[in-house]
């Protein structure tokens, strides 16, 4: 347990235990009893559906929201909970935001210095012109740059004052494709370069896993699970991370005898199936399956019916029905069904499952 008296050590941000609610919903927790921590010059990925409260924990490091309980950490200070509180502008945070939030009316030079004292920084500023790559648009106005442009000068300011965290709420998001892939690709080097931690805001979970030295899943306000891309995928947490971050099928189980499953996909065994390497011995519990590991078999009497497909390029993918269930299942091309089709759904043998207490 907690306690808000002793100051972990190391971490560039401490949030231990933060519960938070906006005073206009006094029902409703938006941060449930939070912990989350990141190393100097970690990235760390705030990834979870809208409304999951991402952007609050984001405002609360920031200093636009205070924790009703626990407590936030900066370095080594106590900034917020246990009676301290530091004001935003004394935290040494920036923030990048999805609109860039630039000033329309300042020249790109200007809007990079708009944080610092006036006639210091001028070399650092040229030097963030020259690691973001916007040597020569100084004296451009906002609307006279690319969407592209327009969020690396967005960082430039937000990178100008030497802050310890940069907190980004989703930078990237009305970037198109080749841009967004080109900036999300530089923003370690970037945030390395600038001795500086960074979180990052994001509802896609690619992005996250492809970027983020750690990703934090969130739902309703609880952390589900903050761990690497690779440990994420290897041993997913919950069932809502195995879904929404790794795109699995989770389908309910019931334990009928030792290693044996019942589920709406029929019967599993250990003998069919290999076992991942998250499991459970609970009777009631959730079976994680991937969906090129779903097979389709066309059946005018199926139990199961075809609800939508998305071409996929070199796949389909199946979106099936079964009972209650949605179940997501990719094929090859040349399987090429039709919504409301019949059939049954089985996982394939020598399918890989994991099992995870419901
Ligand atoms: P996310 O960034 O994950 O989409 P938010 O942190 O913006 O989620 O919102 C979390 C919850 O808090 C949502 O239910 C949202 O409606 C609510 N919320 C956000 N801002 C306010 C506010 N200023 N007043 C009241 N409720 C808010």
């Given at each position: 347990?907690?306690?808000?008296?002793?100051?972990?050590?190391?971490?560039?941000?401490?949030?231990?235990?933060?519960?938070?609610?906006?005073?206009?919903?006094?029902?409703?927790?938006?941060?449930?009893?939070?912990?989350?921590?990141?190393?100097?010059?970690?990235?760390?990925?705030?990834?979870?559906?809208?409304?999951?409260?991402?952007?609050?924990?984001?405002?609360?490091?920031?200093?636009?929201?205070?924790?009703?309980?626990?407590?936030?950490?900066?370095?080594?200070?106590?900034?917020?909970?246990?009676?301290?509180?530091?004001?935003?502008?004394?935290?040494?945070?920036?923030?990048?935001?999805?609109?860039?939030?630039?000033?329309?009316?300042?020249?790109?030079?200007?809007?990079?210095?708009?944080?610092?004292?006036?006639?210091?920084?001028?070399?650092?500023?040229?030097?963030?012109?020259?690691?973001?790559?916007?040597?020569?648009?100084?004296?451009?106005?906002?609307?006279?740059?690319?969407?592209?442009?327009?969020?690396?000068?967005?960082?430039?300011?937000?990178?100008?004052?030497?802050?310890?965290?940069?907190?980004?709420?989703?930078?990237?998001?009305?970037?198109?494709?080749?841009?967004?892939?080109?900036?999300?690709?530089?923003?370690?080097?970037?945030?390395?370069?600038?001795?500086?931690?960074?979180?990052?805001?994001?509802?896609?979970?690619?992005?996250?896993?492809?970027?983020?030295?750690?990703?934090?899943?969130?739902?309703?306000g609880v952390l589900h699970q903050c761990a690497t891309p690779q440990e994420i995928v290897r041993t997913p947490a919950t069932p809502f991370v195995g879904s929404f971050v790794l795109q699995r099928n989770v389908i309910p189980a019931q334990s009928t005898r030792p290693d044996h499953w019942r589920c709406s996909l029929g019967d599993l065994n250990d003998q069919d199936i290999r076992m991942g390497p998250t499991t459970t011995s609970e009777e009631h519990c959730c079976v994680l399956v991937e969906s090129k590991d779903i097979e389709i078999v066309i059946d005018d009497r199926g139990a199961a019916s075809i609800v939508s497909r998305e071409f996929l390029g070199d796949l389909w993918e199946y979106r099936v029905r079964v009972g209650e269930l949605?179940?997501?299942?990719?094929?090859?091309?040349?399987?090429?069904?039709?919504?409301?089709?019949?059939?049954?759904?089985?996982?394939?043998?020598?399918?890989?499952?994991?099992?995870?207490?419901?």
């Amino acid at each position: 347990m907690f306690n808000k008296f002793v100051l972990s050590t190391g971490s560039t941000v401490a949030l231990n235990g933060v519960w938070h609610r906006y005073s206009n919903s006094a029902e409703a927790w938006t941060l449930r009893g939070v912990d989350l921590e990141v190393a100097p010059g970690e990235l760390v990925g705030l990834l979870g559906p809208s409304g999951c409260g991402k952007t609050t924990l984001l405002r609360l490091i920031a200093g636009f929201e205070r924790p009703e309980r626990g407590s936030l950490q900066l370095g080594q200070q106590l900034v917020a909970g246990g009676g301290a509180w530091l004001a935003p502008e004394r935290r040494g945070v920036g923030m990048v935001f999805q609109d860039y939030a630039l000033f329309p009316h300042l020249n790109a030079w200007r809007n990079a210095r708009f944080g610092l004292a006036r006639g210091k920084g001028d070399e650092r500023v040229a030097w963030l012109f020259s690691l973001l790559g916007l040597e020569g648009l100084e004296q451009r106005y906002p609307h006279q740059l690319s969407g592209g442009q327009r969020q690396r000068l967005a960082m430039a300011r937000a990178l100008a004052p030497s802050p310890r965290v940069v907190l980004l709420d989703e930078p990237f998001s009305s970037l198109d494709v080749e841009v967004r892939l080109r900036l999300r690709s530089e923003l370690s080097a970037v945030l390395e370069a600038c001795d500086a931690s960074g979180v990052i805001v994001t509802h896609d979970p690619d992005e996250a896993l492809a970027i983020c030295d750690r990703v934090a899943v969130m739902r309703d306000g609880v952390l589900h699970q903050c761990a690497t891309p690779q440990e994420i995928v290897r041993t997913p947490a919950t069932p809502f991370v195995g879904s929404f971050v790794l795109q699995r099928n989770v389908i309910p189980a019931q334990s009928t005898r030792p290693d044996h499953w019942r589920c709406s996909l029929g019967d599993l065994n250990d003998q069919d199936i290999r076992m991942g390497p998250t499991t459970t011995s609970e009777e009631h519990c959730c079976v994680l399956v991937e969906s090129k590991d779903i097979e389709i078999v066309i059946d005018d009497r199926g139990a199961a019916s075809i609800v939508s497909r998305e071409f996929l390029g070199d796949l389909w993918e199946y979106r099936v029905r079964v009972g209650e269930l949605i179940v997501r299942a990719t094929c090859a091309v040349d399987r090429d069904y039709s919504p409301r089709t019949s059939c049954n759904i089985r996982v394939k043998s020598g399918a890989t499952i994991d099992l995870m207490a419901s």
